[in-house]
């Protein structure tokens, strides 16, 4: 099948600019459960030596108290930027005393959902602002689901590409807009592709049983591999499938992806309409808040997407209004597992694979979306999760059966294309080599991660709590064992200090009461 990045990818190479391919910034952020050495979700506070959650650019919390997220800035080379979230880690390591980072993106045991403590951020608007928004999440959507945790890699393209790929491409509408455009033909194919991303990366085809307590109905869907885990014998990543990041209530969202107005337009549009029970719940009841609104989405960032368009928010500005005056930034890819087996959640084979993945995704041809494609991209990224490892695995396209590996094989042609380029001017052929566990593992599904983890279980007969505990402990001791240079430990101790201050003058010179503020954030001109 002909596709567009042969003729893009010709019209750089005859134009002698391909490698403006290469440079593009790579960042990550990575979500952790903080553990007790028994393997329970840790019920003590942020540490206060990491900062304030609030402030901090590099250390803050998602939805728990002890979901700890770890944030890399961007860099042109992968190595550099898990040279920096090996810093990060070794310098949370220093301050969490005899806990560790839970190693699995599906959850530890969990003894109910009070044993899930929702993140705080402090006494400022903003601050509270941020909790209330994750009260509503456990009000909408229950805790267990809050505590799954991911890998997200951030990525934005070559800025030098843009002007030479717009000429190259005869377009004369204003930079801004053909940057959003190219943007959304990537994202729009992400979607059509991305349960390669869950059969390559997906490392949880189990879980605990308790992950389920107060839905226990949905346990038949499942295998019992003992008695307190359940699995799926094929899955590849259960962490995005319908007990994960998949739910009922924005099954009927229709986000547009076809455009930045529309993509804008449509996500305010939720934000701005009233949903039916969120409005049972009630916004303030007896004096406290449960949500922020009782609106489909609180804010943007409530829907749960793969993959997201992005933008650097200004003080107290939403996603949208910053997406909308200043386009795209980066776009921010959220469907990769831990690694399990990495201490950082993922390597540098790994990153260099997403990077020829996402440059795939961007020269390819990328009609709008309609319904019925729509339709087919959920239903193969749910088949793809939950048994995406089963023999002769078919998925649509197009309305046709397309086999899973041949259609795996195709992407793996234009990635070896782009590999050749990505492997100019570097020491060995680093892009290419990334390559081959990708064929591996099509041609073999015993080689993904999500089947390692299985078969280590079964090997081991440990249920999925004692081996993730395990690999954790292991992952407590590579950077227990590797305390920062003592130069480094103070640059982080200083931004950790620098932050907590940050806070205190954000709670200091609040002028308005919290509903004052409330007021004027979603009064914003969408």
Known sequence: MKTRIESRLNLLVKAGRQNLLKGGLKGLEKESLRITPRGRIAQTPHPKGLGSALKHPYITTDYSEALIELITPPFPESSDTLDFLDSIHRFVYQHIDDEALWAASMP???EGEESIPIAYFGESNSGKMKHVYRRGLAWRYGRPMQSIAGIHFNYSVNEALWPCLQELLGSHVAI????????????????RNGWLVLYLFGASPAFSKSFLTGRESLASQFAEFD??????????????SDIGYRNDSQSGLDISLNNLDDYVSSLVSAINTPYPDYEAIGVKVDGEYRQLTANILQISNEYYSPIRPKQIARSCESPTIALKRRGIRYIELRSMDLGIAHPLGLGLSEMRLLELFLLCC????SPPLDA???????RNSLEVACRGRTPGLQLLRGGKAVDLREWAKELADDMSA???ILDDGE?????????????????DSDNTPSAKVLRQMIENQESFHTYALMVSQQHAEYFRSRRMEEEKAIEFQLEANESLIAQKRT????????????????????
């Open 507 to 526: 709670e200091t010179s609040d002028n308005l009461s919290f509903e004052e503020f409330l007021t004027q954030y979603f009064s914003q001109v969408q």
């Open 176 to 191: 801004g807009n053909f940057i959003a455009d190219q943007y959304f033909g990537l994202i729009r194919n992400v979607q």
């Open 227 to 240: 008695g307190t885990t359940l699995f799926n014998p094929y899955a590849t990543s259960l962490r995005m």
């Open 108 to 110: 530890c045991e969990i």
């Open 372 to 378: 019925a494609e729509k339709a087919e991209i959920g």
């Open 418 to 420: 782009l590999a050749h």
């Open 427 to 443: 020491d060995g052929t680093p892009y290419a080599d990334c390559l081959q566990p990708m064929l591996y593992s099509i041609e």
């Open 362 to 365: 961007l020269l390819r041809e």
